[in-house]
């Protein structure tokens, strides 16, 4: 008996190690959750293991969109040999919060053959906080007033208190139709309230509404987790709306206003001189800044600051450069302008009144700030020393007959450079060089005339209508000379001096639009634009004005009679 007995266990043993191959690969799947009662807004953390590798298929977690929401996923496979023992598992993390109260189902998930057991999970309600109790967190919104006048500015300030330590995202303010500026963005600090000690978030806007009427705020909206007390809660809220009351502007404002609807806390205009005053003159550039700082405003909202072309004076000025810096949680604006203010002529030239009217937000009342008109007095531009006569260059006699008798002699103009520079060895030398210039020109003159006359002689007709063709460039050939390489000598401030001397004392042109030559005009408006506001010069505008500037003499000559004409009555002799 106890051989059949034998053969029989041989025969299960031999069935069981058959069927071990296939014990071994069922497959299963389990899902396990850390709590299975929760309060609503907890976060629940799911975790769903298999005994088997995946190869790389994603487990549907789309069956629990419907009762929960997913906050985050984490996987991770692992392997391993003990003892010659193969195990292969591979485990997923969900992080995730119930949508409602109530006891919710996690369903039957499944990956390739394997299925997970559904989960009952009970979700309580929240518990309301006992009178004075603010719980672990919550959202406070403010105003620093709750009515204004239209672009006043308002102080919007929210701030997120919480217990323990928080992470995710807030959903800015909508502030409907206002301009609005960040002054602070998410600074941290520390607060207690009773009793407890929260930490604080503080985000900051300055809001200017562009509408009158009522403008509602509504409330920034903070998701994300709250970590307190050993517990990681899920949280969604909502800062109350803000309401606001936004007056129209003054009527009477404009009635006393030139410049448009300003409304701020405090507002002062100043004006700074780089350029000394007492001893101006014409063809100077005096350098004004204006300044205007406005407390309660943004940059963009402040009025241009311009002075226009007045009665013997000309304003260039640069482009105007802005900013804002934050003063005691308001917004403080400056806009500054440089100015070049060039005299055109001599005598007293007066500077317009600038002013701004504001309407003072902290008084309810309108005022104004001012710089104050300025007269200045213009004395005559220095006529600048003539270079020595060269080889070669024509002499204009009714130029030396200006200096022999006009009301500044030749005399003069070395007394005045003596009186200016009494102690230096300059004085001497440009002394010295003076009287050589004077006496080389009357012995030059003089062979001038020898050599007309036995001209005139022979050609005299066709003489002087070459001269009178090139009257302008053998009147001011100083001005005109050019070096071996065509360019003008004079630097452009010496060319534009000598030129605004040459025509008023040879043409009595004390302004450049009384030439009447829009090419000419434009010319030395570029000119002008140079010297003033630092404009790029082109390489040929002295040339091309010296080429106009003839053009305008030969012009001139012809509309005048025979009889009238300085020059050709000159050259008639």
């Keep these: 008996m106890q051989k059949p007995l034998n053969s029989f266990r041989k025969g299960l043993l031999f069935v069981l190690l058959l069927a071990s191959p296939i014990l071994a690969w069922a497959q299963t799947l389990t899902v396990l959750t850390d709590r299975q009662t929760v309060e609503l807004g907890d976060v629940i953390s799911l975790t769903i293991q298999t005994d088997f590798q995946t190869s790389g298929k994603q487990l549907d977690l789309t069956v629990l969109e419907d009762q929960f929401q997913v906050l985050g996923k984490q996987q991770s496979n692992n392997i391993e040999f003990i003892n010659g023992s193969f195990n292969s598992r591979t485990r997923w993390q969900i992080q995730m919060v119930a949508k409602q109260v109530g006891a919710l189902i996690i369903p039957s998930l499944q990956i390739e053959d394997a299925k997970s057991q559904p989960l009952t999970i009970t979700v309580l309600p929240i518990k309301k906080a006992s009178k004075g109790d603010l719980g672990p967190y919550f959202l406070e919104s403010s105003l620093s007033k709750n009515q204004v006048t239209v672009q006043e500015e308002v102080i919007y300030t929210l701030r997120l208190y919480f217990l323990g330590s928080v992470s995710g995202n807030i959903r800015p303010p909508q502030f409907g139709h206002a301009l609005s500026e960040p002054i602070k963005e998410q600074s941290v600090y520390g607060k207690k309230l009773n009793g407890q000690n929260y930490s604080v978030y503080e985000w900051v806007y300055a809001l200017y509404p562009q509408k009158s009427g009522q403008l509602d705020i509504l409330g920034a909206q903070f998701s994300g987790l709250i970590q307190y007390q050993g517990r990681q809660k899920g949280v969604s809220e909502i800062a109350e709306t803000q309401t606001v009351t936004v007056l129209p502007e003054v009527a009477e404002f404009n009635n006393q206003s030139k410049n448009l609807w300003l409304p701020a806390s405090d507002l002062q205009l100043k004006e700074q001189w780089i350029s000394a005053l007492d001893k101006v003159r014409v063809g100077d ?44 949680s308001s917004l403080q604006s400056q806009i500054q302008v440089k100015q070049a203010i060039i005299p055109m002529q001599e005598g007293q030239i007066v500077l317009p009144e600038q002013t701004i009217t504001w309407w003072n937000t902290t008084t309810q009342k309108i005022e104004r700030s001012s710089v104050p008109a300025r007269s200045i007095t213009v004395l005559p531009a220095l006529i600048t020393q003539a270079p020595l006569i060269n080889k070669g260059q024509v002499f204009n006699p009714d130029a030396l007959k200006n200096q022999q008798t006009g009301s500044i002699s030749v005399d ?25 210039w004077v006496s080389t020109l009357l012995l030059w003159r003089r062979k001038h005339k020898q050599l007309q006359a036995n001209i005139a002689a022979l050609q005299p007709e066709a003489l002087k209508s070459t001269e009178s063709d090139q009257a302008w460039s053998t009147t001011e050939f100083e001005l005109c000379q050019t070096d071996k390489q065509g360019q003008i000598k004079l630097t452009p401030q010496q060319f534009y001096n000598k030129l605004r001397v040459t025509l008023a004392e040879e043409h009595k042109i004390h302004q450049f639009e009384a030439l009447n030559y829009p090419e000419l005009q434009n010319a030395i408006r570029q000119l002008e634009t140079h010297l003033f506001n630092q404009e790029i010069l082109n390489s040929d505008t002295l040339s091309e004005i010296c080429r106009l500037l003839n053009h305008w003499s030969i012009k001139m000559g012809e509309t005048q009679s025979p009889s009238a004409s300085k020059l050709s009555s000159l050259y008639g002799k």
């Design 412 to 436: 003069q103009q070395i007394n005045s450079m003596v009186s200016r520079e009494a102690n230096s060895i300059w004085q001497i030398i440009s002394l010295l060089m003076t009287l050589a």
């Design 285 to 328: 550039s005096l350098t004004r800044t204006l300044t205007l700082k406005v407390d309660g405003l943004m940059a963009s909202q402040l009025p241009a600051l311009t002075t226009e072309n007045g009665s013997g004076f000309k304003v260039y000025a640069d482009q105007p450069v802005s900013k804002q810096t934050i003063v005691k």
